[in-house]
């Protein structure tokens, strides 16, 4: 049984690349939560590698969710 959802809060479908967004840092509480990204959006980020991870919805400093690539990779195999 997985961890993660096949829909998001957002109603974006379950993908192997996901952030939790955590919002302002001066309001915590307030963030996206988890978000699937689509690949387009994983592509923009990752041509990007200066850059922190950032929510798509928000644009918010976000942290990537390794738990939710590895849980759909081993799903792959």
């Known amino acids: 049984m997985s961890l993660f959802p096949a829909v998001d809060s957002h109603g974006r479908k379950r993908t192997p690349?996901?952030?939790?967004c955590q919002g302002?840092?001066?309001m915590?509480?307030?963030?996206?939560?988890?978000?699937?990204?689509?690949?387009?959006?994983?592509?923009?980020?990752?041509?990007?590698p200066s850059k922190t991870w950032r929510c798509p919805l928000c644009r918010y400093?976000?942290?990537w969710s390794d738990a939710n690539y590895e849980e759909m990779l081993e799903v792959r195999e």
């Open 17 to 20: 690349y996901a952030v939790h």
């Open 61 to 63: 400093e976000a942290d």
């Open 28 to 48: 915590p509480g307030h963030g996206c939560g988890l978000v699937y990204l689509t690949e387009k959006e994983y592509s923009r980020q990752m041509n990007a």
């Open 24 to 26: 302002p840092w001066d």
